[in-house]
């Protein structure tokens, strides 16, 4: 079984004040997760989030790598999308 890697990228929320050229005050610009299932890599990014206070808006963008492949990305609501933007379900 392959690793998967995911490469979270944050900006600051202008619905919160935020300059969406920063990240959130505080917190660190990039974030990577790795696990050998998908149900870790969401629960690792919802205790990311809780930690942070990062809502829907402070996504910047989250890429989904399988080795050294891309596959994807993943929304901020834990959603995982293909390259082509369909929703893939694990």
Partial sequence: ???????????????????????????????????????????????????NNLGGGNWKEALLYRGDEKIGRVSWNGRVWDEQDKEVLF
């Fill in 1 to 51: 079984m392959s690793i998967l890697t995911l490469k979270i990228e944050v900006c600051g929320n202008p619905d919160r004040g935020q300059d969406p050229d920063l990240p959130p005050y505080g917190v660190e610009r990039h974030h990577t997760i790795r696990a050998a299932r998908i149900e870790i890599i969401r629960i690792l990014m919802e205790e990311l989030q809780a930690e």
